[in-house]
């Protein structure tokens, strides 16, 4: 084994708040200042009022936090699922073995105390909490552990369960049990994520189950009271599209011990609301209806703001909102025509008309919050109308009789499939489409509901030029998973692509050392051959998940996807 380790220090944590975790003590004194002004504008409802009392910031134990979120979980199954709702809420019944501090990068202990690592990256040994129980009361030990990451990767097809973990561990063998409560997972390649993917809670994270809810099948996984985890909250309702109710776990006391929050969650229960119209989250917030809400439109957050609400947010670290070319279908198998995308729209407009501080222009696929970020922005993620048609004019595409470029008698159509969960995204289609139709692209936009989307993705070798979306990850190996041919293979690299071995080659690097320098070089180098070399994608922007709360919401958590916690969150009492 390495010398590469860590472990939980001894001694009772002093109670802090950190730069991730929202509302706390000057925030509270600010609350009584606006109370007063609020109040009036909802009406006299309790979720902005109740910051009246509070001017301490000592937590406060009970009550109940009404939520609202623009989508719904399809499933209660922390396992099963393609969105942020379905995440936020895997994340507080759940827990993971680590926890990555959200502005470092760092690993840290959770569930697991502390790990060793082999020197080929191969095999990493968890050492864990003997103190963990599920809801259920049954232990948290080793050999939970190996059945949840068995059923992760490879799925149980009698139970109707999919694989779900190639993408997250690729090349994993397999989880040993040393001793009750120590594991080691294996991989056949080096896979120097791995640690990262530990304390993964995006999309489809490895939250643990007990036993008893792996044995169910995937229609039995519906009912939300068999989905039994080791995290802060139990489920008490799930209405599919109508809304999610968690209440608080007893005897819940091993939170990371980085948040420094000891024992039980504060809250009694929350509310997730399922509120699909920007407007009537917004008014339901103002009318004191619910007590905050993700999914802020962006021209709602000043004036929310001004009324006395909190505006909080964090940037999803991993890829930036990309469009991902597809290399494989005409007109985008064209270099000429992928380069000219990049260079072809205006990321000012984008900045000053659709996006608001809380967001930023991408200058690279990788997010600037990501370890191993490099700046192109003055290379080919830049504005240059001239140089994107020139570029188009030497590879033979002319201006039609519409404006519109053609060669050998075809159209410069590029079709888009597009999700509409973020709320910027959209309005930001749309002014690239602009920019782009004036240098001769006809950009079609297609931008849908999750699960339309979904459905869509499914055939998009074959129909969609570009596929604009963007991939949670806090590591620079990301780039890795979202590319590379052998794993996301994202811009639909098929076996003939000229530099297909190549791609592979320098992607896979991010894999092979964790050493920070060299990793920085290899994230370097990866996102050069994703933008220059061969113009696989356009980053357009970087998403963040903003929030709008009530004066009297304080202590929810943005971990380092930009998911959140609400182990630590409570409410100011009127």
Not at 505 to 531: H, N, S, V
Request: glycine share 8%.
């Amino acid at each position: 084994m390495s010398d590469l380790r860590t472990s939980i220090e001894s001694g009772k944590p002093t109670r802090k708040k950190w730069p991730w975790v929202a509302g706390a003590g000057a925030l509270v004194a600010a609350a009584a200042v606006v109370a007063i002004v609020v109040s009036a504008l909802n009406g006299g409802g309790s979720s902005a009022a109740e910051g009246e009392s509070a001017d301490d910031g000592t937590p406060v134990s009970g009550g109940t936090l009404e939520f609202a979120l623009i989508d719904y979980q399809r499933s209660p199954d922390p396992h099963w699922g393609t969105n942020y709702a379905e995440s936020i809420i895997a994340d507080n019944i759940t827990d993971k073995l680590t926890w990555q501090d959200p502005d470092t990068g760092e690993i840290t202990p959770w569930l697991a105390t502390s790990w060793e690592v082999n020197d080929d990256l191969t095999a990493f040994t968890f050492h864990l909490r003997d103190d963990v129980t599920f809801s259920d009361g049954t232990p948290f030990n080793a050999e939970a552990v190996k059945a949840n990451f068995d059923q992760y990767v490879h799925g149980d097809q009698a139970l109707g369960i999919s694989p779900n973990g190639a993408v997250l561990f690729p090349n994993y063998l397999d989880t040993v049990v040393d001793d009750e409560f120590t594991v080691t997972v294996t991989f056949s390649k080096p896979s120097a994520s791995f640690l990262q993917a530990s304390s993964f809670t995006a999309n489809a994270g490895p939250g643990f189950l007990s036993l008893s809810t792996l044995a169910l099948s995937a229609e039995e996984r519906t009912d939300p009271t068999k989905i039994i985890g080791t995290g802060p909250f139990v489920y008490e309702e799930w209405t599919e599209q109508v809304r999610t109710v968690l209440v608080k776990r007893d005897g819940y006391n091993w939170s990371p011990p980085a948040i420094e929050h000891e024992g039980e969650a504060y809250l009694d229960k929350i509310v997730f609301n399922v509120i699909p119209e920007a407007s009537v989250r917004t008014g339901s917030l103002q009318s004191g209806e619910i007590d905050a809400t993700l999914d802020v439109g962006t021209t709602d957050e000043a004036p929310l703001e001004a009324a006395g609400f909190e505006i909080i947010s964090r940037q999803v670290s991993g890829t930036a909102i990309f469009f991902n070319f597809n290399t494989s279908l005409f007109p985008t198998n064209d270099i000429a025509v992928r380069k000219a995308i990049q260079l072809g729209w205006n990321r000012d407009a984008v900045e000053k008309t659709v996006l608001t501080d809380n967001y930023s222009v991408a200058t690279s696929v990788l997010a600037d919050s990501v370890t191993g970020y490099v700046d192109h922005s003055d290379t080919v993620l830049k504005y240059d109308p001239d140089a994107a048609e020139q570029v188009l004019e030497d590879a033979g595409w002319t201006e039609g009789a519409d404006g519109i470029r053609e060669k050998d008698g075809q159209r410069l159509e590029v079709k888009l499939l597009g999700i509409s969960n973020l709320v910027a995204n959209k309005p930001a289609y749309e002014s690239v489409q602009q920019d782009l139709a004036a240098i001769g692209i006809d950009l079609q936009l297609n931008v849908l509901p999750l699960a339309d989307y979904a459905a869509a993705v499914a055939s998009a070798k074959t129909d969609w030029n570009v596929v604009a979306a963007n991939r949670s990850r806090n590591d620079p190996a990301v780039l890795n998973l979202q590319y590379s041919p052998l794993i996301g293979n994202g811009a639909y690299i098929d076996d003939d692509f000229a530099g297909r071995d190549d791609i592979i080659e320098r992607l896979g690097r991010l894999e092979l050392t964790l050493d920070p320098q060299q990793r920085a070089e290899y994230a370097a180098d990866a996102q050069d051959l994703i933008l220059e070399e061969y113009a696989l994608t356009s980053p357009i922007y970087n998403p963040s998940q903003v929030i709008a709360q009530s004066p009297s919401v304080h202590g929810i958590i943005f971990d380092a996807q930009a998911r959140n916690h609400f182990v630590d969150t409570w409410k100011s009492k009127g």
